[in-house]
């Protein structure tokens, strides 16, 4: 059976006093998870304090971006020798913000991907369409797509060392979530299509949804058969939101 994994995007929040209290109030509620793993994705400035709260309780850690870069004149980036100062175990590659924020194509989002293997860390892939592209019925190919990108420089192989994360765009942040019928469709086409180059590695992939997930609809979502935990934006930044987040990955 694949595991469940919640990963929190704090994205651009915190402090370190907030960042504290969020971290010591967790910890404590999630010491017994056994069945979900849970990992938070800090700000850059935060990888410390994340690594010297955490590194005695069963919950990892990680960034939310980096360098494909091995290091030189990239003034404001981070490489993935620095993450692995921070004994970082994840880091998310290729999100929606990035994409249409920062310009990251497909083919940068590829490279970090490999960039991020090379150095031994897990990238969370991000795939996903915007409302557009879902109305226009062409979320098959965009998720298609980026996957490919992702498959074509690092093949079929290197998932199996990766999270792979479905956010449609249209959920993030916006407090619609996709249904857990409309979630599932994307995830089992995801997983049918990484099963066509490799069963095994299909099977045993850990695709996870992220798009508004809260406490209150996280078991529904977590229950469908290629749902396997979420990565969580907003509700990540609530300890009791998360905390019941996890718990959900674990009862499922
Ligand atoms: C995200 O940032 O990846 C995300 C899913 O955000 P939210 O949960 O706030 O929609």
Redesign the pocket.
């Known amino acids: 059976m694949r595991e469940k994994l919640v990963a929190g995007?704090w994205?651009m929040h915190g402090n370190l006093s907030e960042n504290k209290a969020l971290l010591e109030a967790i910890i404590p509620q999630l010491a017994d998870l056994n069945r979900a793993s849970c990992a938070v994705c800090v700000p850059y400035p935060y990888l410390f304090q994340a690594q010297a709260v955490l590194q005695n309780s069963n919950i990892s850690w990680g960034a939310q971006n980096l360098s494909q870069h091995e290091k030189g004149a990239y003034t404001g980036e981070v490489s993935t020798s620095m993450l692995q100062d921070f004994a970082c175990k994840y880091v998310i590659v290729g999100?929606s913000e990035r994409r249409a924020l920062y310009g990251e194509d497909d083919a940068t989002v590829a490279a970090k991907f490999v960039a991020a293997q090379k150095a031994g860390l897990t990238p969370i892939f991000c795939v996903g369409e915007t409302l557009e592209e879902r109305e226009g019925n062409i979320t098959e190919q965009v998720v298609a797509r980026q996957m490919d990108a992702v498959l074509a420089v690092a093949g079929v192989a290197a998932l199996a060392k990766s999270v792979l994360a479905y956010?449609p765009v249209w959920?993030?942040?916006t407090g619609k979530t996709a249904s857990p019928e409309q979630a599932q469709a994307v995830h089992a086409f995801i997983r049918g299509k990484i099963a066509s180059a490799s069963a095994e590695v299909a099977a045993g992939l850990v695709i996870q949804y992220?798009?508004?997930?809260k406490g209150a609809n996280a078991a529904q979502l977590f229950s469908m058969p290629d749902i396997d935990g979420g990565?969580?934006?907003?509700?990540s930044l609530s300890a009791d939101e998360f905390v019941a987040i996890c718990r959900a990955a674990q009862q499922v």
Do not use: M
């Open positions: 995007n994205k999100h956010e959920a993030i942040g992220g798009g508004s997930v990565l969580i934006g907003g509700a």
